[in-house]
């Protein structure tokens, strides 16, 4: 892993474990943020060492996994295993099939090229839409990848493991037959 790209892990990681450890007024104020940030961002800028240019992509992220992170939950949403873009095809459920009729991906094709093709604040404001309806289903993701996703160094990778996942489901089954 390249110097930034670790950098960037160590900051995700940190971010969604304080989200985790913070009280409910806390979890809300992050959901809530916008341009001024909220006490607990503000406060992971300083121990991280975030610098002032970085500040707008790290607030977006900090929204997106204080999103997904319901009040009452005091354990990170954090699993290594499961890459963002996977979760974006199966919603969160690790299990699912989506090669049948009625089995589609959670987040349809057209959606998802049209999320990959999109930049600057139109990118944000269509990564904050899917992850609104992730978070419904409470799923657990790569918050590493996710912040990869926010600063837009992975869509190769977001691209590989979303069709990655769907592909599996069809191999699977198609062994399975």
Known sequence: MSKPESETARRALAIAAAL???DPGDKAAARRMRDAGSTLFWRQ????GIPEGQEADWRLFTRLVALMTPASREKTIHNETRHFGAVLADGGEPLKALNTPDAKPFLSEGRFARFLAARGSAR?????RMVRMLSRRGP??????L????IGWSDDRLAAAYYKRIDQSQTKDTQDA
């Open 45 to 48: 800028v300083t121990r991280l």
């Open 20 to 22: 985790a450890a913070a």
């Open 124 to 128: 944000h404001e269509s990564l904050e």
């Open 140 to 145: 657990e993701l790569n918050v590493v990848t």
């Open 147 to 150: 912040a990869h996703a926010v």
